[in-house]
Every structure is written in C-alpha cells, then in structure tokens.
C-alpha cells in the first residue's frame, strides 16, 4: 500500500484522450500502416458502425490527425480516409506512452508479492 | 491503400472500453503494482481532480475490478481502493492487447515505405 506524495508523473497521464479512445486508436494504427483506406476497410477492420466511425473521424479531422477525401469509384460515392503527418506524430507519442506502461507492467509483475 | 475485405480483427477490436479509458487505465496499472492505495495518493499520482478520479472509480467499482474501503485515519476520513482478482484479470488482458499493437506498430515501422 501507499500514501502521500506524488513523484513521477505517471505514464498514463501523458495519454492524449483524442488518440487514445479505442475507436481512435484502432483509426490511426491501421493508417499508420496503409497510410490511406477506404470507410468501408476501416469499418470492417475496427467493426464499428457506420455512424460511430463517422463520428470518430470527424474527432480526428477536426485535429487534422486525419484527411477525409470524398470522391466516386466509377458511380459509386466513396470516401478515404489518409493519416496526416500530425497523426502519425501523435500515433507514435501514444505507441511510445504505451510501451513505457507496459514495461512498466512487466517491471512489477517480476517482483516477488510481499514486494509491491 | 487498402480497400475491402475484413481479415482478422484488428488488435484495437479486444479493448474494453472500461479498462481501456485514459484515467481508469492509470488507476489499474498504479493499483496493480502498489495492490492498495488511498484516494488522494491515487489523486496526485494520476493528476485527476477529485470529482473526475470519483467518478472513475465508482466505474471500476460497478464492474468488481476494485474495491473500495472508506474509514478513518485518526479522525480524518480516508479512502482506499484495492485492486481486486477480477481487475488484475482485466488489466493483464488490456496489457496484452496494447503489447499486440505496440508489435504491429514496430512491425509496419521497420517496412520501407512504398510498401505500406
């Protein structure tokens, strides 16, 4: 148990909750890798509804961490969805913020119990 | 880019929204290395205001994930907040989904960029 003081910010308290909310978290990790997808790829790679991804995208572009590009495959209206550089910076803060909580994770799992 | 059929779900698909949220991600990882911790140290470690790190917590108490003791140190009412089997469970499987992402993310860095 513990009591007190703070010391050390906490890692989590580094998270920005605009990219890390699952929803937007799944966006950008999967544009960080295909750089640009279709609604319909992201939606069935993040199994989100139409109206949730919807409106998780608008959050992203209103932070302009993605690019929403409306347009037509033969007649057919499409939308992409590309990263930006500002997303793909703030996708790697979060990734760097989430290895410093998981290792820290793993540091304390190792201790013996009585420890903690 | 990429375009059209869902393979396997992505790794973002697993995390619980409960366990996932920034405040409450920090209040597990915190209390899962100091197993029991009082409110205000809780309150310094993740630089939460009283009424957000209540709230947060009265979640993770709903869902069983922590528990709460209210008493009394000295005169002076004290919260403390245990971590419970159930939220060590729900921790260590948020861990292992951010590790999968986290393994994603480093995978598709190390492609050269034409090949995304």
């Keep these: 148990m ?3 003081h ?3 910010p906490h890692p989590s308290v580094g998270l920005d909750d605009v ?3 699952r929803a937007r978290l799944g966006i950008l990790t999967v544009l960080g890798q295909v750089r640009k997808a279709t609604f319909s790829y992201l939606k069935s790679q993040l199994r989100l509804t139409d109206g949730n991804l919807g409106r ?3 959050v992203l572009a209103a932070e302009e961490l993605v690019t929403l590009i409306k347009g037509y495959e ?3 209206p499409r939308t992409w969805v590309e990263i930006t ?3 793909d910076a703030a ?3 979060e990734i760097a913020t989430l290895k410093q909580l ?3 994770f793993e540091q304390h799992g190792a201790l013996p119990r009585q420890d903690r």
């Design 85 to 87: 550089d500002a997303g």
């Design 74 to 76: 033969g007649r057919r």
């Design 2 to 4: 513990s009591d007190g």
């Design 91 to 93: 996708l790697a803060a």
């Design 6 to 8: 703070a010391e050390q």
């Design 19 to 21: 990219v890390h909310h």
């Design 102 to 104: 998981v290792s820290r």
């Design 56 to 58: 998780h995208l608008e």
